[in-house]
């Protein structure tokens, strides 16, 4: 393209981007199509012949782009939100626009040092040794899945590998658990008490039964915020158990983990630097654009063990020797230049910051703990763990049967879904029906998360009259 095109093309992409952020807060969270609605749109052959590329462009914009949840919106309390900063953004185009691939040295030695300095970060909040390291990846699960593959390796490859994790735990761990190997039945999930921790008597009972049956317990995946309640599992005393046992300790704290950056984040994650591996979103809780999780270990040996594969048409990369090749540290080789969004974001707005955002949403969730205890109409069923509660409405001394309970909450949440501004999905703390917030997002206020609250009980309200 003419260079004045590509200009222009970038320009009006950016002045849509400026806009849909001004006008963010006074729209729905979600908006969404039937498929029908997009075949008729979208599934068409590919052209033979090009559109000018604005007409390309509003299309996208127009019949793409905006029929999504809207994870950045100020009540977007679902899943685990997403709100990027706008240098984060910026960083991203630079990044596609660069086309680098941050595999090795040789290919992307710029990418690779600012990939160190963002890793040394992490390593420096976590209170990891100077012998930890670690890499940026897709995401979480992505981690999941090298961290299993080092744990295996730290444990000699045994054919009856075992893994041990929460009913709490996120469904990338038995994925990533089936990924490498280790037999469905040999996935292990601990019950939780009644906060949602993990039952350290009960783990060491399965791992003593195991071990009989000859099992090799291999791994431990703990959470440090269970993205169902936001629980933390114990993880000074699981750190304790794992050394004794000589079993390898993953976190999964891809969605809790920078809370760490907050004193209040740093008592409720202490023990978190005892463990062998670490798994983190920056996409999450450090307000980035998707995607950009991380895997950091105690021991960076132990990922450049299992990884480190060096065939013939990578040898050009011995250029780098001495010098961190990320493709031998995890799953991919080609990788995009994940690490300048973040560094951007930390070196605009300063770590203070990021602090602030972060204990926001800790204060918010316990402010909303605090308005659910007191309502007449709802009820909290897992208490606020780092910025996520979940609550039903229930009004005390009702006595109402459980499957009616479900119903009315179902009909709330629905009811929020279509006629509020939020976005909120549910959970099921205890095996019971619950709405659930998780307060992630940067642009949210307090009146965001009281006047959702509000909406619950007001619908809430108006489905105990119909039950009646």
């Known amino acids: 393209m003419p260079p004045q095109a590509m200009l222009d093309l970038a320009a009006r992409a950016a002045e849509a981007l400026v806009q849909r952020s001004e006008e963010l807060g006074r729209g729905q969270a979600w908006d969404g199509e039937f498929r029908d609605e997009f075949v008729e749109k979208l ?13 390309v462009l509003e299309q996208a914009l127009a019949d793409v782009l905006p029929l999504a949840l809207r994870l950045d919106h100020p009540r977007c309390f679902g899943f685990v939100p997403s709100s990027p900063t706008w240098p984060g953004v910026v960083a991203d185009f630079l990044a596609a626009g660069h086309n680098i691939n941050a595999c090795n040295w040789l290919v992307g030695s710029g ?24 890499l940026l990846t897709s995401g979480g699960s992505a981690a999941s899945v090298d961290a299993l593959v080092a744990a295996r390796e730290a444990a000699g490859f045994p054919d009856n590998a075992s ?13 990533a658990a089936r990924i490498i190997g280790v037999r469905p039945e040999h996935t292990r999930l601990v019950p939780t008490d009644d906060r949602f921790l993990i039952d350290v008597g009960q783990l060491v009972s399965m791992l003593t039964e195991d071990r009989a049956a000859g099992l090799k317990p291999i791994a431990v995946c703990a959470n440090a915020g269970a993205t169902g309640t936001g629980a933390v599992d114990p993880l000074e005393e699981l750190a304790d158990l794992c050394t004794s046992e000589g079993i390898w300790l993953h976190v999964d704290a891809a969605y809790g983990g920078f809370a760490i950056l907050t004193e209040q984040g740093k008592r409720i994650l202490r023990g978190i630097e005892r463990a062998d591996s670490v798994g983190l979103d920056a996409h999450k809780w450090l307000f980035q654009p998707y995607e950009v999780g991380c895997l950091m270990v105690r021991d960076i040996s132990t990922l450049e063990k299992p990884f480190a594969v060096r065939p013939d048409f990578l040898q050009d990369a011995l250029w780098g020797s001495g010098h961190p090749n990320f493709a031998d ?6 990788r995009s230049a994940r690490a300048l969004k973040v560094w951007m974001s ?3 707005f300063g770590m203070a910051a990021f602090r602030r955002a972060i204990s926001h949403g800790l204060e918010f969730a316990e402010r909303a703990q605090q308005y659910i205890d007191e309502s007449p109409v709802l009820k909290c069923m897992s208490p606020a763990s780092l910025s996520v509660v979940c609550f039903r409405v229930d009004p005390a001394g009702q006595g109402i049967a459980e499957d009616d309970l479900n119903d009315i909450n179902r009909t709330v949440l629905a009811r929020l879904f279509w006629e509020d501004p939020a976005f909120v999905s549910s959970a099921m ?11 992630v997002s940067h642009n949210t206020t307090w009146d965001d998360v009281r006047e959702t609250l509000q909406a619950a009980e007001r619908f809430g309200k108006d489905a105990l009259r119909q039950h009646r």
């Open 163 to 175: 893994v041990y994790m929460s009913d709490q735990s996120h469904s990338s761990l038995p994925r």
């Open 43 to 55: 599934m068409q052959d590919p052209p033979e012949h090009g559109r000018a590329p604005e007409e």
């Open 346 to 348: 930390v070196q605009t």
């Open 111 to 134: 990418a690779s040092q600012l990939e160190l300095v963002v890793l040394d970060w992490f390593r420096q909040w976590l209170g990891y040794p100077d012998t930890a390291g670690g």
């Open 429 to 439: 703390p205890g095996g019971r029906f619950s709405l659930r917030l998780c307060i």
């Open 329 to 334: 540290r995890g799953l991919q080789v080609s």
